[in-house]
């Protein structure tokens, strides 16, 4: 537990991050860009890499990929969609 009462996840634990972002991008409502993810994670969680980790799984969503492909849209992790999904 840190100082301001969020859930510390240890260093090195790969599999429990994959499930943490999984759990907060692909849960309710499903596919959150990438500042809506963030602001989920930090609110009850932290780790020291945590917005590159939370960037780089938006980024590798094969989902949102296709989607916003097929969309023509801007991808999830482009500036212009993040003020669209949050
Ligand atoms: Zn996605």
């Known amino acids: 537990m840190t100082n301001n009462g969020k859930i510390y996840i240890a260093e090195g634990d790969d599999e ?15 596919h959150w860009g990438l500042v809506a993810i963030t602001d989920i994670v930090k609110e ?33 992790w482009s500036a212009d969609s993040y003020s669209a999904r949050v």
């Open 16 to 30: 429990l991050l994959v499930l943490i972002c999984v759990a907060a991008h692909c849960g309710l409502g499903g």
């Open 44 to 76: 009850k969680l932290h780790w020291s890499a945590i917005d590159a980790d939370i960037k780089a799984f938006v980024q590798r969503c094969l989902v949102c990929t296709l989607v916003e492909w097929f969309q023509g849209a801007p991808t999830s």
